[in-house]
């Protein structure tokens, strides 16, 4: 928005305010999805009961089938760090694994980052005396 207003020695309409938010999100969330993404894999550790004793317990895609799943599982979450679940991640997919799913938020999130960011930009500018 500085360049903007540096360039056209004007404040930035509401459009280039949008456009500057939507960029600014974009770059935003693809720099941080890496970390998404290990979120959601830790969420999704946990235990499936199988039939008699055995129980399958998730492991970050795989499973184990074990009568011992219970103590597994808590191993599993006691280990689960965000480093251990990043570096599992990197080894069994790749760079291109951490970011397995970021076309679907280059298409949400831009819109709603623009939104948020101008409406922030214009109640300010109307809270904040002259």
Same mark, same amino acid.
């Given at each position: 928005?500085?360049? !903007?207003?540096?360039?056209?020695?004007?404040?930035?309409?509401? !459009?280039?305010?949008?456009?500057?938010? *939507?960029?600014?999100?974009?770059?935003?969330?693809?720099?941080?999805?890496?970390?998404?993404?290990?979120?959601?894999?830790?969420?999704?550790?946990?235990?499936?009961?199988?039939?008699?004793?055995? *129980? *399958?317990? =998730?492991?970050?895609?795989?499973? !184990?089938?074990?009568?011992?799943?219970?103590?597994?599982?808590?191993?599993?979450? &006691?280990?689960?760090?965000?480093?251990?679940?990043?570096?599992?991640?990197?080894?069994?997919?790749?760079?291109?694994?951490?970011? &397995?799913?970021? %076309?679907? =938020?280059?298409?949400?999130?831009?819109?709603?980052? %623009? !939104? %948020?960011?101008?409406?922030?930009?214009?109640? &300010?500018?109307?809270?904040?005396?002259?």
């Amino acid at each position: 928005k500085k360049q !903007i207003a540096q360039m056209t020695g004007r404040e930035p309409t509401t !459009i280039e305010r949008m456009q500057c938010g *939507a960029l600014a999100g974009l770059v935003a969330q693809s720099m941080t999805y890496p970390l998404e993404v290990t979120r959601r894999r830790m969420q999704t550790i946990g235990i499936v009961r199988a039939a008699g004793t055995d *129980a *399958a317990v =998730n492991v970050l895609g795989g499973t !184990i089938r074990t009568s011992k799943a219970h103590r597994v599982a808590q191993t599993l979450e &006691k280990d689960a760090t965000m480093l251990a679940t990043l570096t599992h991640v990197l080894r069994e997919q790749g760079l291109r694994g951490l970011f &397995k799913g970021v %076309s679907m =938020n280059w298409v949400k999130g831009p819109v709603a980052f %623009s !939104i %948020s960011f101008t409406t922030f930009d214009i109640i &300010k500018k109307k809270l904040t005396p002259d």
